[in-house]
């Protein structure tokens, strides 16, 4: 029964290596390997993240609005000015010779406070605009570090399994000898050979997860390379207040509805209008045109069912961007919570690591010399082994962990690598 099993698992194993070497080599095909570069950093590679960004766009249609509400709060004028030209006859009507010319130019005039409302409203769009695209880099950079430290954690993956293939190879053709010399069974041949082919296929696993990490990486940031190094050193102490990159656009918004508010409050009402005119006329049975000019004012008043729908929906406005607002703030200090605590349980779990990976690599030394000499089988060797490269694999995970989860804390403090 147990050599049945052992044939069996044989099968399954050499069926999944063929598999994933199938997968593997179509990807090989699609995406070169990305190179280390020593002269590459992660600050230097976000210039090119950010520019790859897909909502650069909103970026450039930003700075438009902000350069039309400076040019509307420096304009002469509150608004266009208007020509209204008219021609009156009695043609049609009591027919005694009556023409009338006129043209009229209006011209608004600015409410009392009203230019100083929108300029405030345009410093605030622009400065709003900056945080933004502030906000915009810094997000740049998490999705930066994300990719790069998933390179790392796969590429550790990759050459532990490659190893762990390398070591089941060595312990296979080391029992191969021993059976031929009589020492061993042929169904100890059969499990090293098993466990080569499960080394093997994990390893092909591996080496596909790496390449997909690899190709995120160069979509995000369109480079082939990668830094050699991607270590930070840990920020201070964050601070979830107004001037956080992730917080500054929304404080932002928050101020300039206000303003928006206060604009609204001063132009409850329209614009007053200043008319100029001229009028060149004949009246019934004269034979002299006669010409004339004039001046009038039009001053609209205020109403409710103009201000109140305005006002209304100024209000509504700057709710929605406190609410925003504040969201963001339990977001951001709920991301800062979680980033000091992994740092910490990492580092804890890491000296923890580091001894049991010692115990672990003196037990498998220990073991291989009890094969060599007969005292204990093989399924106790591998077994040991395993729980060996086991140990080392997170040893290595906790040691990139812990420089990713450093990364992570810096993200949320706000810092660029």
């Given at each position: 029964?147990?050599?049945?099993s052992?044939?069996?698992?044989?099968?399954?194993?050499?069926?999944?290596?063929?598999?994933?070497?199938?997968?593997?080599?179509?990807?090989?095909?699609?995406?070169?390997r990305?190179?280390?570069?020593?002269?590459?950093?992660?600050?230097?590679?976000?210039?090119?993240?950010?520019?790859?960004?897909?909502?650069?766009?909103?970026?450039?249609?930003?700075?438009?609005?902000?350069?039309?509400?400076?040019?509307?709060?420096?304009a002469?004028?509150p608004?266009?000015?208007a020509?209204?030209l008219?021609?009156?006859?009695?043609?049609?009507?009591?027919?005694?010779?009556?023409?009338?010319?006129?043209?009229?130019?209006?011209?608004?005039?600015?409410?009392?406070?009203?230019?100083t409302?929108?300029?405030?409203?345009?410093?605030?769009?622009?400065?709003?605009?900056?945080?933004?695209?502030?906000?915009?880099?810094l997000d740049?950079?998490?999705?930066?570090r994300?990719?790069?430290?998933?390179?790392?954690?796969?590429?550790?993956?990759a050459?532990?399994?490659?190893?762990?293939?390398?070591?089941?190879?060595?312990?296979?053709?080391?029992?191969?000898r021993?059976?031929?010399?009589?020492?061993?069974?042929?169904?100890?041949?059969?499990?090293a050979?098993?466990?080569?082919?499960?080394?093997?296929?994990?390893?092909?696993?591996?080496?596909?997860?790496?390449?997909?990490?690899?190709?995120?990486?160069?979509?995000?940031?369109?480079?082939?390379?990668?830094?050699?190094?991607g270590?930070?050193?840990?920020?201070?102490?964050?601070?979830?207040?107004?001037?956080?990159?992730?917080?500054?656009?929304?404080?932002?918004?928050?101020?300039?509805?206000?303003?928006e508010?206060n604009?609204?409050?001063v132009?409850?009402?329209?614009?007053?209008?200043?008319?100029?005119?001229?009028?060149?006329?004949?009246?019934?049975?004269?034979?002299?045109?006669?010409?004339?000019v004039?001046?009038?004012?039009?001053?609209?008043?205020?109403a409710?069912?103009?201000?109140?729908?305005m006002?209304?929906?100024?209000?509504?406005?700057?709710?929605?961007?406190?609410?925003?607002?504040?969201?963001?703030?339990?977001?951001?200090?709920?991301?800062?919570?979680?980033?000091?605590?992994?740092?910490?349980?990492?580092?804890?779990?890491?000296?923890?690591?580091?001894?049991?990976?010692s115990?672990?690599?003196?037990?498998?030394?220990?073991?291989?010399?009890?094969?060599?000499?007969?005292?204990?089988?093989?399924?106790?060797?591998?077994?040991?082994?395993?729980?060996?490269f086991?140990a080392?694999?997170?040893?290595?995970?906790?040691?990139?962990?812990?420089?990713?989860?450093?990364?992570?804390?810096?993200q949320?403090?706000?810092?660029?690598?």
């Amino acid at each position: 029964m147990k050599l049945y099993s052992s044939v069996f698992s044989l099968r399954i194993a050499s069926a999944l290596l063929l598999m994933f070497a199938c997968v593997c080599a179509h990807a090989e095909e699609e995406l070169e390997r990305l190179q280390s570069d020593s002269a590459l950093t992660l600050g230097g590679v976000l210039q090119a993240t950010f520019e790859r960004d897909p909502r650069q766009p909103l970026l450039q249609a930003g700075a438009g609005a902000v350069a039309a509400r400076d040019k509307h709060a420096s304009a002469l004028l509150p608004g266009a000015p208007a020509v209204n030209l008219n021609h009156q006859t009695d043609v049609i009507g009591s027919g005694r010779n009556l023409r009338e010319w006129g043209a009229t130019l209006e011209f608004p005039v600015w409410l009392p406070g009203q230019k100083t409302a929108r300029e405030a409203v345009a410093r605030e769009a622009r400065s709003g605009l900056d945080a933004g695209r502030a906000g915009l880099l810094l997000d740049a950079a998490g999705r930066l570090r994300e990719a790069f430290w998933d390179v790392a954690m796969s590429r550790n993956a990759a050459e532990l399994a490659a190893r762990r293939a390398q070591t089941a190879l060595a312990l296979e053709q080391d029992v191969e000898r021993r059976q031929q010399a009589g020492e061993l069974a042929k169904t100890d041949v059969m499990l090293a050979k098993n466990e080569t082919l499960q080394a093997q296929a994990a390893q092909l696993r591996a080496e596909a997860e790496l390449k997909h990490a690899e190709h995120r990486w160069w979509m995000l940031t369109g480079l082939k390379s990668i830094p050699m190094q991607g270590d930070e050193k840990q920020a201070g102490e964050a601070q979830a207040d107004d001037n956080h990159p992730l917080l500054a656009p929304s404080a932002r918004r928050v101020a300039l509805m206000r303003e928006e508010r206060n604009l609204v409050k001063v132009e409850r009402r329209e614009n007053p209008q200043l008319l100029l005119s001229a009028r060149h006329d004949r009246g019934a049975f004269d034979n002299a045109f006669d010409n004339s000019v004039g001046v009038a004012v039009r001053i609209p008043l205020d109403a409710e069912v103009r201000s109140a729908p305005m006002m209304a929906r100024a209000e509504m406005d700057l709710a929605q961007a406190l609410t925003e607002h504040e969201q963001r703030r339990l977001e951001l200090l709920t991301a800062m919570h979680e980033a000091e605590h992994n740092l910490e349980v990492t580092r804890r779990e890491l000296v923890l690591v580091e001894e049991q990976n010692s115990l672990a690599q003196e037990n498998l030394n220990l073991a291989r010399k009890a094969f060599t000499l007969g005292e204990t089988d093989l399924v106790h060797l591998m077994r040991v082994q395993a729980l060996a490269f086991e140990a080392e694999r997170a040893l290595q995970n906790s040691r990139i962990q812990l420089q990713w989860d450093i990364a992570r804390y810096n993200q949320a403090a706000g810092v660029l690598p």
